[in-house]
């Protein structure tokens, strides 16, 4: 999408056709609540392009605020407006609890909702067009607990002195430090901004792991295509064995984590909303960042052209996982989990499970995400997933309860140590369970396919595992045994190996054309 010439801060958005596709955008998130809904609407719009996306993003979800603060008569005045996350502070990133900028109400009133703000806040998109911030700051600025932090809806006539921060990527948005100075409305009550923000992030989760999912289902395809028709030694590049063995990893690796997504949203009604929206925001996207740079090597010299989206995807993907470590502040999120994930004794309803994905996956549904109740999606209820696996009677030899077993091995051995508190070892601890549950999600798009091209996805996921198992094991010297690796079945040999990849990265039309 082009963009426009400013006389203040050169090529940026045009946000004139920002702010006309947010009412739209929006439609989904008020007074219905629809997930898919919503980033599918950003898409048509948008097409993709990942500055216009991202702009559209983090307006809805600042936007989200009145939602899950169910200020609904707010929510509904305000529809359509261009919003901020104005949250990070220059001195704190993402540690929210130190924040500096300040809230004083206008009034003794106990009920007071307007309020003064003054403060100032750091690399915030679309800061400088927007009619409104998404402001956290403090009434008491000596308070640093969780009841510490207030969130306030600040129109952009209350900012100032805005200077724009030049970013390696997406250079055409408009990132910016500025200050708040002026009046702001209370969102919710006083000292529950923290509590807001929480309900918001669920299911934010999933529309920034779109993005990522977004640019793999863009880049990966366009580098099939080249290698289809470009010429050399007078063949095409893909008919050569090792241009399509790394092009065969790459879809099947492609295929996994577009299902794995949207297999996320088909049970995002669930209390597993928080567990794979934790998952999606680190182990998801740091494997889309992982795609798309072997895309843009196994591709070559097409994908540093400027029109190509296979480069300019490989490098803006960095923004999504890596923004002030959000990939490890999930990631560690998830080791409070270890134990139940491991130890669970549910037998999982496969043919439930089944069902469900192939009447949710792929599809746009109406639900109350953003309102589930905090206790129910801090506590999923985890199955036996070696158990499930074994049921799967997958055609190939594969034992995860090595895997289980290996990884209570590594809790045990923490815990011998003492080591359970520190973040190196619970960040190794949360990866693991999320490359465990990617492992689930393999066997689960083979299942429901009933694609046999999608084994070796399953066996390139459990060496991941295995190789994460063995990392964790070889770094801390655990006395704990070591993960053989599986072999890959023999590398297909297509007629047309063109159609062949591009059949194996359209997951939902197989989904589809299940009997259901």
Known sequence: METIKDPQFGDILDYDRLRAGMMDVLDNVYPTFNLMGSMLVATKHFNNNPSYMTACAASGLAYMMLVAAE??????????????????????????????????????????????????????????????????AKVDPSANGPRSLSLFAVPHSSTKNWQRLETHVLRSMVLTKFDIDGPGILIGQVGRGLEILQRMALPSKYHCAYMGVKMVDDSLPAAIEHLSSKNIFGDNPIRFSNVFRQLYNLALGAAHINFTFF???????????????????????????????????VTGSKGFLKESNIGGNAIDSFVYPVFDGHYTLNTLLTYKHTRRYLGATRRGDIEARMLALREKAYVPLEGKQILNNSRETRHPPFFDYADYIARCQLPIRLDTVPLIRASTGILDAMQARDVTSEPEYRYKVGMLVHNLEALLSAVELW?????????????????DVGKLINRIISEGDLAVDFIEPLRQLPLPQPDDPRAFLLGLLDVKRQIRTQPR
């Open 447 to 463: 299942k429901v396919t009933e694609n046999d091209h999608y084994l070796n996805a399953i066996i390139m996921q459990y060496n």
């Open 71 to 136: 200020e609904y008569e707010l929510a509904a005045k305000l529809k359509g407006k261009i919003f901020t996350l104005s949250w990070t502070e220059e001195h704190t990133g993402t540690d929210l609890l130190s924040v500096r900028t300040c809230a004083a109400p206008t009034s003794d009133d106990p009920g007071e909702k307007n309020f003064h703000i003054k403060g100032q806040k750091w690399l915030i998109n679309n800061s400088y067009h927007a009619d409104y911030h998404s402001v956290i």
């Open 263 to 297: 297999r996320a949203l088909a049970f995002s009604d669930s209390p597993f909303l928080q567990f794979h929206g934790i998952m999606l925001k680190s182990w998801l996207l740091l494997k889309c960042n992982d795609i798309l740079s072997q895309n843009l090597l």
